[in-house]
């Protein structure tokens, strides 16, 4: 909600139904506040109207989503144009207009639409931002402008677990179904508006339980445009930078963005856009090549041989190729048809502090990601439409430093090795062994029916059918074993059942849902349910205390097939108004989500367990493709009130019962022996509110602040977590205690100020308590206390932009600057010694010496962006 009003000229209540379209609906009356029947209303610039019924209602539904103005026309009346209509995807703009009669014509009547500062219409807490905010803000990405809403904290919504979240790009889910979380990087020259919805939702979302991110793309205009961006940047240090061990100076260069994008007309009734960007980013790191990876050190003596070179390179670096195409074309009456698609190229490295002078022995990282399809709308008649989207959502990515894992350099170099004795054991020779691919291939069919039954109901059937091919496993292992006396290099090449080659699994996702939202004058309903379907399409031993048949005597297990899973989920959400500027609401739901294919297949294969002996070796946590999918009942109640026509509060409060959650549970075998597997038995709750104050901008500032207060508690923060702590000894009885990113108190306020087509500037302030960890009162095995019974520091970070428009050669150019962590800030809940609970210092420097010196511990430094942007599109 903080920056939910930043430049806000939108209005009207959520219709929040995962699209690219709104509705546009309203009563017309004449001054005696009489119904005008009749009256033409027209959106600007596209054509798409209606006429007022009886009651002098209309409706006009499928706008694409933007700003646009609206005409209204009557005969014996003065015509009305209203500006700054924002149209938002799956959402209602309410327009009503009192026209003036007149006999005669007259010049036109311009008013400008601006909403309330909070929306008394919404069923749950959602915020939708236009491109104008963003373009306002200290953001780049679709990651940048979720984290800044209230309740959001590093991806968890209102304490979820990271991968609770649905990510959509016009509608159309992008998540990987590897891990739940989405696949693309989408800059923020692409959106045209972002939809966060972080409570309750409506019935069309699935494979969610804490929240959901809708990005609407920008599409083609029907005059040609272009736009581009250029910044650079680097990271400008304080003179006090002792905490962080590093000051390589400020290099302008270490940043760099060049983004360009055009639109228009290309064929009668069709429109494209096209957008493409690179970047490069140097990570305030530095690492120096004092050593080489297949240098060769006499550790026994303690002599080291360094033969590099000696010279710098970023540690950790990125550079990325992204970009998005759209065409459209409206040809035919009442059917548009699309095709998109966008894209991401990145290959990277990430630091690893111990590398600091072998850099070139850390694995590298490269990612391509595309979502492309056809998007089909067909208008029935005024009242009803359908749509039909079917995409390719292909993600593929790779970690390892040589891609064939029989390349000679892995045998010339080695594994890492460092010594204790050398810069707190840096390692000074040999590559990193990593080896891990993971490749998702998913088509998806999704549809709509979307009909005004009535003036007061809205109804939306559909549903979404994805078949999705996951691969992810080690592309060939590299191990030393001793032959013939000699310790040798040994790769493992599809040998399983302890080496197996990267495996791959054919799931099946489906739903089907209806959705109703009823409009009446003083009450909104929504309601909605849901049908859940999911098929792994696997095996598993039938006998589990005789995995992989290796037990003399036991009952023989055969592979059985794991069964088809399906639930349902109904949603409800009332708001209403107790008076003109008040209203309250409340909204309830079931949500299921099934677990990540990543978690559950890792380790699936039964047969390591052959040699299971009791008291034997842990072969960790098997995986289990016949788990349920995982569960929360959602509460929320909410009140808003408009103080003032510039002045809203809004208070919140929320309940998450979680079930179901991925947890371990120990298995006996007929011999004795005991093993961990993966299934559904842990659990969590939730509770908090968030009180939102939003003050529009009167004369050139204006400011909004949220303030969230959340407790985030369950049996476990990691679903291995049971079997972790039954390795160590300790008690694996489950237990309620904070999740490790529960954090109690967190503050987001921003601030602004503008002139309209002069200047802008606006600052975000995030501050937040500690989250927790584990306190510990000695040094070694043992000697921490409750888990997670202690609190970090609190911290706080402001980032900054400032723009300013200025004229050069006759084209309007706009400068800008952003600068983040604008006062340095050093810590922001990041890492911190258990014995002291700082992150600076440690009751135990010694047993923590290396850490002490390890300056990715830290919060990043601040950073300034310097740039240029011309042109719109």
């Known amino acids: 909600m903080v920056v939910g009003t930043m430049l806000g000229l939108g209005i009207g209540p959520a219709e929040l139904q995962a699209g690219t379209t709104g509705k546009l609906a309203g009563t017309v009356l004449d001054e005696s506040k009489k119904p005008v029947v009749a009256a033409t209303v027209i959106v600007t610039g596209l054509n798409m109207g209606a006429y007022t019924d009886t009651l002098g209602n209309y409706s006009i539904l499928n706008i694409p989503s933007g700003t646009y103005e609206v005409s209204l026309s009557r005969l014996g009346y003065e015509k009305t144009l209203t500006n700054n209509v924002v149209i938002s995807a799956d959402r209602t703009t309410w327009l009503s207009i ?36 963003i373009e306002a803000l200290p953001v780049q990405n679709l990651n940048d402008v979720v984290d800044l809403q209230a309740g959001v904290v590093d991806g968890h919504f209102r304490g979820g677990r990271k991968n609770e979240v649905q990510y959509q790009v016009d509608g159309v889910t992008v998540n990987n179904a590897f891990d739940n979380q989405s696949s693309l990087v989408v800059d923020r020259s692409l959106l045209e508006e972002v939809q966060v919805i972080n409570g309750t939702f409506d019935a069309e979302y699935g494979q969610a339980m804490s929240g959901v991110v809708n990005a609407v793309l920008k599409q083609g205009s029907s005059q040609f445009r272009w736009g581009g961006e250029i910044y650079l940047g680097g990271f400008l240090y304080s003179s006090d930078q002792v905490s962080r061990f590093t000051n390589p100076g400020f290099n302008p260069l270490s940043i760099q963005s060049y983004q360009a994008s055009i639109s228009g007309p290309v064929f009668p009734k069709t429109t494209f856009l096209l957008s493409g960007r690179w970047a490069s980013f140097d990570d305030y790191l530095e690492g120096e090549k004092r050593f080489r990876p297949t240098d060769s050190s006499d550790f026994e003596n303690k002599v080291f041989y360094p033969t590099g070179d000696g010279s710098t390179v970023p540690l950790a670096y990125t550079r990325n190729w992204s970009g998005a195409f759209k065409i459209t074309n409206t040809s035919i009456e009442g059917t548009k048809l699309s095709y998109q698609a966008i894209f991401n190229q990145i290959e990277g490295r990430r630091a690893n502090w111990a590398y600091r002078f072998n850099p070139d022995g850390l694995s590298q990282q490269e990612t391509f ?312 038995i842990d659990f969590g709750n939730i509770v908090g509110f968030t009180l939102a104050l939003d003050h529009r901008s009167v004369g050139p500032a204006q400011i909004a602040v949220d303030y969230t207060w959340q407790r985030a508690q369950g049996n476990a923060s990691d679903p291995r977590e049971t079997a972790t702590r039954a390795e160590a000894g300790e008690d694996p009885r489950p237990r309620l205690i904070p999740f490790e990113w529960d954090l109690r108190h967190s503050l987001k306020m921003t601030v602004a100020f503008s002139k ?113 942007s011309l042109g719109s599109f």
């Open 98 to 133: 009192e026209m003036k009669e007149s006999a005669v014509a007259m010049e036109e009547v311009v008013v400008t639409a601006e909403r309330p500062p909070v929306d008394l219409n919404k069923t749950s807490s959602e915020v939708t931002l236009t491109s104008k905010e």
């Open 369 to 680: 990601s595309i979502a492309h399809g056809i998007d089909w709308t067909q208008t029935l008649n005024a009242d009803t439409y359908f749509e039909v989207n079917l995409r390719q959502n292909y993600f593929d990515y790779s970690d390892y430093r040589y891609e064939d894992v029989f390349d000679p350099r892995y045998d010339e170099a080695g594994p890492p090795i460092g010594d204790d004795s050398y810069e707190n054991g840096a390692i000074v020779q040999g590559v990193d062994f990593t080896r891990f691919i993971q490749k998702t291939n998913t088509f998806l069919i999704k549809g709509a029916l979307v009909s005004q039954v009535n003036p007061a109901n809205q109804v939306k059937l559909g549903g979404v059918y994805q078949l999705p091919d996951v691969q992810f496993g080690t592309p060939g292992y590299l191990t030393y074993t001793t032959v013939g006396g000699v310790e040798q290099l040994v790769r493992h090449v599809n040998d399983p059942p302890d080496f197996p080659e990267p495996g791959t699994y054919n799931p099946i996702i489906g739903a089907l849902y209806a959705q109703d939202q009823a409009d009446w004058k003083d009450l909104k309903l929504r309601a909605g349910l849901r049908l859940e379907y999911f098929n792994p399409r696997a095996t598993l031993p039938s006998d589990l205390a005789n995995p992989a048949n290796a037990i003399d005597g036991a009952p023989e297990s055969v592979p059985v097939s794991t069964k088809a899973k399906t639930v349902l989920a109904p949603r409800l959400g009332v708001a209403y108004p107790i008076e003109n500027r008040a209203a309250i609401h409340f909204a309830y739901g079931h949500f299921y989500q099934y677990p990540a294919i990543g978690q559950i297949f890792t380790n699936a294969d039964y047969n390591v367990l052959a040699n299971l002996q009791a008291g034997g070796i842990s072969y960790g946590v098997l995986g289990n493709p016949d788990v349920k999918p995982e569960q929360t009942i959602q509460y929320e109640f909410g009140y808003k009130h408009n103080l003032s026509q510039n002045l809203g509060i809004e208070a919140t409060a929320f309940y998450k019962d979680i079930r179901d959650l991925l947890g371990v549970e120990f298995i006996s075998t007929y011999n004795g022996a005991e093993y961990a597997r993966l299934t559904n």
């Open 756 to 868: 309209q087509g002069d200047y802008s500037a606006s600052a975000i302030l995030k501050a937040a308590s500690g989250q927790p960890y584990t306190p510990v009162i000695e040094s070694g095995f043992g000697s921490g206390l409750e888990t997670n019974s202690g609190r970090k520091p609190s911290g706080m970070v402001v980032d900054l932009r400032a723009d300013k428009n200025i004229m050069a050669f006759g084209k309007e150019v706009r400068l800008f600057t952003r600068i983040y962590n604008l006062f340095d800030s050093s810590f922001f809940n990041g890492p911190v010694y258990p014995s002291t609970g700082s992150p600076y210092y440690s009751r135990f420097p010694e047993a923590d010496r290396v850490a002490l010196t390890d300056p990715t511990r830290f919060y990043p430094p601040r950073r300034l962006e310097f740039g240029l």
